[in-house]
């Protein structure tokens, strides 16, 4: 079901998400519709549940139509997501469907190793690097509580308006 976005300021995109251990019916179910609601926004490359108001450690990534992945995952759901590895640095520019009118600079690692619970219950690593990394690392952000406006260096020189779709 394709669920309404959440947007900035809304406090629950402020608060921590809580963790889910081993999913079931309702894990499914909030699964289904994060891919309905990602699908529906164009160029979208993932959602957390957080951003439609499910205060759950799940997010939902999918890379497979953007041009600066090459080699994407098939689309996929982080389940109490944990990072066990990250190197490199690099700032890219980012967006967020809960800040839809605007795109900042953001610091990020470039290759990482997240574990993350399936939706079958089996705790699995994935690896990522560059575009892919740097999605999943927002995705964890919102579980967190934490968006893009707070990882900028510079509210002044790191934030740019974006054009109208
Ligand atoms: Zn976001």
């Known amino acids: 079901m394709i669920r309404d976005v959440v947007r900035y300021p809304d406090r629950?995109?402020?608060t921590p998400a809580a963790p889910i251990g081993t999913p079931g019916p309702a894990a499914a179910r909030l699964a289904e519709d994060l891919?309905?609601?990602a699908r529906h926004y164009p160029r979208t490359v993932g959602i957390a549940a957080p951003q439609i108001g499910a205060m759950w450690r799940m997010a939902?990534?999918?890379c497979g139509q953007h041009k600066k992945v090459s080699d994407p995952h098939p689309p996929f759901w982080l389940i109490d997501p944990e990072i066990i590895a990250a190197d490199g640095q690099e700032v890219g520019r980012e967006g967020c469907l809960s800040l839809p009118d605007i795109t900042a600079n953001i610091r990020?690692?470039?290759?990482?190793t997240v574990s993350h619970t399936d939706l079958d219950g089996t705790r699995r690593e994935v690896s990522a690097r560059g575009f892919e990394a740097r999605v999943i690392l927002h995705e964890m952000d919102h579980l967190d509580g934490v968006l893009i406006l707070d990882r900028v260096s510079s509210l002044l020189l790191d934030v740019f308006?974006?054009?109208r779709r």
């Not at 990020?108 to 990482?112: D, L, N, Q």
């Open 60 to 62: 939902y990534v999918d």
């Open 161 to 163: 308006p974006r054009k």
């Open 12 to 14: 629950r995109l402020k």
């Open 35 to 37: 891919r309905d609601t």
């Open 108 to 112: 990020r690692a470039t290759e990482i």
